[in-house]
Structures are given as C-alpha cells and as structure tokens.
C-alpha cells in the first residue's frame, strides 16, 4: 500500500549545523513531494515542494533532494538555528494525485 | 499568500455530545479539502476528502456515520463528531487545495478533548 517513512525519528544538532532529514517513500507514481515544519500544537508549516521531474530544488537555507531510483527524498537545513527546533514532515500526493499521505516525522532538536 | 483558517483552536466536550469543527479559506476558492487526524507524537492521518457540493469519501476505518463532513460552498468545510468519545481525543486539521494541480494550505488545528 501506499506509505511514506522516515528513516530516523529524531535528529539533535549543534547550532550552526548542517542538518539533513531523510524520507523513504513507496509509491512510485507519486508526482509531488513537499516538507513540511510542524511546531507543537500547531498545523504543518509549508517549507519546500519538489516535483518528481526535479531532483534538486533550494530554497533559503534548505534544500530538497529527490531520488526516484530508490524513492528516497531528503531535506538538508543549512545552519540550522534554535528557532529550526520542530517535527518535520514529508508528504507525498497519493495515487489520486489529490490527498497528500504523511510521514511518520523527524523531530529536529537544536542546541546552542 | 492562500489562508485557511479553521476553528475553534482548542475545544473541551462532555462524552456524548458533539462538536463541529470550522475550515475556511479565506482568499481562495477550495475545491478540496482534507481533514487528518494526529494523535500525540505521531504523523498526521488523513480522514477524509470533501469535494465542494459532494459526499465525502472516507479513508478506510473511519466511521462516516460519527465524523460528518459538510463542504457546502468552496470556502467552507465543517467536520462534526458525534457522540465523542474519550478515545477520539486528538489534535484535527484541516488542509484545502484549490483549482491548481498544487498548492496545499493548512490550517492551524484543533485540539479536541473528551471528558
């Protein structure tokens, strides 16, 4: 069935590290990838959308990378700051190409 | 930027009452939205598809009969438990999508608790 995982459930960095958050999906029809943030008790954060077209995209200080060879999808965070301290999501839009299917999440925790 | 604002933010009901939960997109015409649930620590799971003016197609497991869902008009979708239940306790969020391929807009949740 269609799922999306995260290879590791939490991540703890320095501030001012580089940080790289890792998704396995399984779909391979999937079209559309997107990052999410999300803060405690708060609705996901948009943060960067990849197409399966691309396999690179930059944004200010991340970068979304996408492999369709091993359907693997990464978000790297370039000096990762205390205000980066949140569970990320990635998600994938389903076979429909409507509803978007989540992850499992990473939580990202950054000390100063 | 698309807004989608959703209400109330938190709400606290008595085991057998029901509670209606708002979704609005503010600047934007939603011909979809999504409701997902997400328990503590997990990842969110998505509920339902509504279609504007059409029945909701549910996700498998969950009770249509006890989370109903109202797309009305293309700026509106409500979501109601029923008879809640302790164990539906979560955290419910709406996303709306509009007439682009994508573009998906979340809102800010609601933490519902069942006493």
């Known amino acids: 069935g269609e799922s999306v995982g995260l290879h590791l459930p939490t991540l703890s960095v320095q501030e001012g590290d580089n940080s790289i958050i890792n998704c396995a999906y399984s779909?391979?029809?999937?079209?559309?990838f997107i990052w999410y943030k999300q803060e405690s008790g708060k609705g996901p954060q948009f943060i960067i959308d990849?197409?399966?077209?691309?396999d690179k995209r930059q944004g200010q200080r991340v970068t979304v990378l996408l492999n369709k060879t091993v359907k693997h999808l990464s978000l790297q965070i370039a000096a990762t700051q205390p205000g980066d301290s949140a569970v990320y999501f990635c998600?994938?839009?389903?076979?429909?190409?409507?509803?978007?299917?989540f992850g499992k999440g990473t939580t990202l925790s950054v000390s100063s | 930027g698309a807004v989608v604002s959703q209400h109330p933010s938190r709400v606290i009901c008595k085991s057998g009452t029901s509670v209606k939960i708002e979704c609005r997109s503010l600047?934007?015409?939603?011909?979809?939205m999504f409701w997902y649930r997400q328990f503590p620590k997990q990842s969110l799971m998505l509920m339902a598809t509504?279609?504007?003016?059409?029945?909701?197609?549910?996700e498998q497991g969950v009770e249509k009969d006890k989370f109903l869902i109202n797309h009305a008009s293309l700026t509106l979708s409500t979501l109601t438990v029923t008879s809640a239940h302790p164990e539906d306790s979560s955290f419910y969020i709406c996303?709306?999508?509009?007439?682009?391929?994508?573009?998906?807009?979340f809102g800010s949740g609601t933490r519902l608790t069942v006493v």
């Open positions: 996303s709306a999508k509009g007439q682009t391929n994508y573009g998906y807009t």
């Open positions: 779909n391979s029809a999937s079209d559309y």
């Open positions: 990849i197409r399966s077209n691309m």
């Open positions: 998600a994938e839009n389903d076979q429909a190409g409507t509803a978007l299917i």
């Open positions: 600047d934007f015409q939603a011909t979809t």
């Open positions: 509504s279609n504007e003016g059409s029945k909701a197609t549910y």
